[in-house]
């Protein structure tokens, strides 16, 4: 790893000019400079007591004052009538500015002195509030020495966390590192930081030549890897080459024996449709035999069809002489029984008739058997009653007395009526 031997950059100075007047501004802002001072603020002198017209410049924040009090920023033109109390106080770039910021001698983490150049880009704005907040806030003078501070400190850290060796390596990662770090703090003071691009790192002399050394070293030993790698190269293709010689060999036997075994599959065929031809000739034979069987059997069935059927005819012949014997025989029982019953039922009929007659009489009877039959009960009661009252004694009185003797009275006019009717 080889040093640069760029030669290391002035470091930029950012200042705040004093002009006549505010025309001036933009020689002032593009005017080169030896010391490698960025004009960043111009101040223009204060007017006379009274202008009568004033030219605002165009492409820069342009802030003015009102009895030196900040009353706002003019826009580009020709405003009339300029009197002592206004005065442009503050003309600013709008323009990105490239600050170089060369830190010298920062200690790697393995204790080596590099060099390192720093270029920033930035810008004040993008808005006259930005412009403003820089002005009254940090000013060009305190924003050189802020950012010098905070591009030196925030280098000197990151070199520190590696070692020498990877310092070219770090490059894009202590930008972005940086760039950020510096869009945080001056953010607040209106100026956001476009780019960061480390230009140039710088090793120490002798660690330099000892770098070159070894990067000599390596490029030998990368010319003797690719000489082997050609030799080994050579010596792939050689044995690629037998290896394909050998692969042709094989396949050449391969196809031998494809061709063999072709040759073996059409004689099996062969073998096969010889063996089909016979079996299709066993075949027919066979079919020929099984049809004569079959035949041979047809007739068989027939033969037998027909002596099953004349044993069957002769069979149901016998079966309906013997069922019209056995219907005349059942057609004489039914008859014979017929005749039976109907003896009965004229015997039934006229006994029916004796019993309605003997109901019709009993009917026109009835009332003379009824008093009969309540004359036998009565009959029957005194005499039970009479008994009663012979065998015991007893004194009947009050109501009881009154029902038995009413009922002894009806009694003997019941059987007086009863023996009138009889």
């Known amino acids: 790893m080889a040093a640069s ?21 933009e020689h002032a802002f593009n005017a080169k400079t030896s010391d490698g001072s960025i004009p960043l603020v111009l101040v223009p002198k204060y007017p006379l007591l009274c202008d009568t017209f004033v030219r605002i410049p165009s492409g820069m924040w342009v802030l003015y004052q009102k009895w030196n009090a900040h009353a706002g920023i003019l826009e580009p033109g020709l405003k009339m009538f300029w009197p002592a109390y206004y005065r442009v106080s503050h003309i600013v770039t709008k323009h990105a500015v490239t600050y170089s910021a060369p830190v010298k001698r920062c200690a790697t983490s393995d204790n080596v002195m590099v060099n390192i150049d720093i270029s920033i880009n930035f810008q004040i704005g993008p808005t006259g509030d930005d412009a403003v907040k820089f002005v009254y806030m940090l000013g060009a003078q305190r924003f050189n020495e802020l950012i010098s501070q905070i591009t030196e400190e925030a280098i000197r850290g990151l070199v520190h966390s590696v070692r020498h060796d990877q310092v070219h390596d770090l490059r894009e990662e202590f930008a972005n590192g940086m760039k950020k770090d510096l869009n945080r703090k001056l953010c607040n003071y209106g100026v956001v930081v476009h780019n960061v691009k480390v230009t140039n790192v710088e090793l120490p002399t002798k660690l330099s030549q000892t770098l070159e050394h070894t990067t000599a070293f390596k490029t030998k030993m990368e010319e003797q890897e690719k000489k082997h790698e050609n030799d080994m190269r050579i010596l792939l293709n050689e044995e690629t080459q037998l290896l394909t010689a050998i692969q042709k060999a094989n396949d050449r036997k391969i196809k031998d024996l494809i061709a063999l075994k072709e040759r073996e599959l059409i004689k099996r065929e062969k073998l096969r449709y010889e063996a089909e031809a016979k079996m299709e000739v066993l075949c027919i034979d066979q079919k020929s035999i099984c049809d004569a069987q079959v035949l041979k059997a047809a007739g068989q069935k027939d033969i037998a069809s027909s002596s099953a059927t004349a044993a069957a005819t002769k069979m149901r012949n016998d079966a309906m002489v013997l069922l019209v014997k056995t219907q005349r025989e059942y057609d004489q029982k039914v008859k014979a029984e017929e005749i039976k019953q109907q003896a009965l039922i004229d015997a039934a009929k006229k006994a029916a008739e004796g019993i309605v007659a003997a109901g019709d009489a009993e009917e026109k009877s009835a009332e003379s058997l009824s008093l009969k039959r309540r004359f036998d009960y009565l009959t029957k009661k005194n005499a039970v009653e009479t008994e009663l009252v012979a065998k015991t004694k007893m004194v009947i009185s009050g109501a009881n007395g009154e029902s038995l003797i009413e009922r002894l009275c009806s009694q003997q006019s019941l059987s007086q009526n009863a023996a009138c009717i009889a």
């Open 5 to 25: 031997n760029q030669p290391t950059a002035t470091r930029s100075v950012v200042i705040q000019k004093t002009i006549r007047k505010h025309m001036h501004s």
